[in-house]
Every structure is written in C-alpha cells, then in structure tokens.
C-alpha cells in the first residue's frame, strides 16, 4: 500500500503565519522600546551637562552663590517651559558689556532657561537647598525642597514624559 505524502495543510500554514506575525509584532514593539529608552538616555544626558554648566556657573560667581537663600538669585530659579513659556529677553555679558556679580547671575539664569525651553520637551528646572532630595518610599526624586539652611544645592531638572518627579538631581558643594 501506498501512501501519498501531501504538502502543508491550511491549518498548518495559517499557524506559521500567525507565529511569524506575533514575531514581527514583538520585534517592532521592542524597536519601539528601545527607540524611547535612547531618547531619554539623551535627555538625561543633556539634562547633567546643563546641571553641571549652571553649577560651575554658579561656583564662578562665588559673590552671590555663598549667599543665603533670600537673598542669592540662583536659588530662585523655578522654570516651567510648558508654564511659564520661552523665556524673555536677558542681559547680555558678552564682549565689553561690563557684568556685575547680580547681573551675571541673572545672564547665567536666562542662559540656562533658554537652554532649557529648547532641549527639553516640557522641561523644567528648581534650584534649591535640598537636604534629602531622594524619595526612598517612591523610589525617585522629588521636586519640593526642604530649604533648610545649611542643606547642600539641589539642580533638579524634568521633563515631560519622564512622570512628575525630576529626571536629574545634580548636588552641588555649599
């Protein structure tokens, strides 16, 4: 007796087809992830060098950094890009434009605020004293600040798409 052997059956086909249609699903979704994990490794990214430039910013102009909090403008700054919109027009202290300290200081401030509202999607930035800027119960930063005196500066820097809390804490030396 002979047997005949047959080709692939319907059903047969239909589940390879099934399986490699999952498999190309699968493969664009962890494309996707990968995708949004790169642009927020950027971000983050951008998001330390500018927390590094507004601290040595600040460490340069050490006549109005030292000062206590009511009276230092770096530890004023609180920018909402989405909020508070692109920032206004600043000081200039470039060329032979002469800067005293509070003028500089409100140069570095307008630098970083434009920095900000251009790389950042919703970004915002708070300059603070923060003796505990680590939430441990949520597992993240937090955006208040304790203000205590002789609490080191926090540069805390967000953006949307990164939750609510911020997505870098720089401290910066008192």
Same mark, same amino acid.
């Given at each position: 007796?002979?047997?005949?052997?047959?080709?692939? $059956?319907?059903?047969?086909?239909?589940?390879?087809?099934?399986? &490699?249609?999952?498999?190309?699903?699968?493969?664009?979704?962890?494309?996707?992830?990968?995708?949004? $994990?790169?642009?927020?490794?950027? &971000?983050?990214?951008?998001? %330390?060098?500018?927390?590094?430039?507004?601290?040595? @910013?600040?460490?340069?102009?050490?006549?109005?950094? $030292?000062?206590?909090?009511?009276?230092?403008?770096?530890?004023? &700054?609180?920018?909402?890009?989405?909020?508070?919109?692109?920032?206004?027009?600043?000081?200039? !202290?470039?060329?032979?434009?002469? !800067?005293?300290? &509070?003028?500089?200081?409100?140069?570095?401030?307008?630098?970083? @605020?434009?920095?900000?509202?251009?790389?950042?999607?919703?970004?915002?930035?708070?300059? !603070?004293?923060?003796?505990?800027?680590?939430? %441990?119960?949520?597992?993240?930063?937090?955006?208040?600040?304790?203000?205590?005196?002789?609490?080191?500066? %926090?540069?805390?820097?967000?953006?949307?798409?990164?939750?609510?809390?911020?997505?870098?804490? $720089?401290?910066?030396? @008192?």
């Amino acid at each position: 007796m002979r047997r005949s052997q047959g080709g692939f $059956t319907l059903i047969e086909v239909l589940v390879a087809l099934f399986v &490699l249609a999952v498999g190309i699903v699968g493969a664009g979704a962890a494309q996707l992830a990968a995708q949004r $994990t790169r642009q927020q490794a950027a &971000l983050t990214s951008e998001a %330390a060098q500018l927390a590094a430039s507004l601290a040595a @910013r600040m460490q340069a102009n050490g006549a109005l950094s $030292t000062l206590p909090t009511g009276a230092n403008p770096y530890l004023d &700054l609180a920018y909402d890009a989405q909020l508070d919109g692109p920032p206004a027009g600043g000081a200039s !202290c470039f060329g032979a434009a002469s !800067c005293d300290p &509070l003028r500089l200081a409100a140069f570095d401030l307008h630098e970083t @605020r434009l920095a900000l509202h251009g790389r950042f999607p919703g970004g915002r930035i708070a300059v !603070c004293r923060d003796a505990a800027p680590w939430d %441990a119960a949520r597992s993240r930063y937090r955006w208040a600040c304790s203000d205590n005196a002789g609490a080191p500066v %926090a540069i805390k820097i967000g953006w949307h798409g990164a939750g609510d809390g911020p997505a870098h804490v $720089t401290l910066v030396a @008192r």
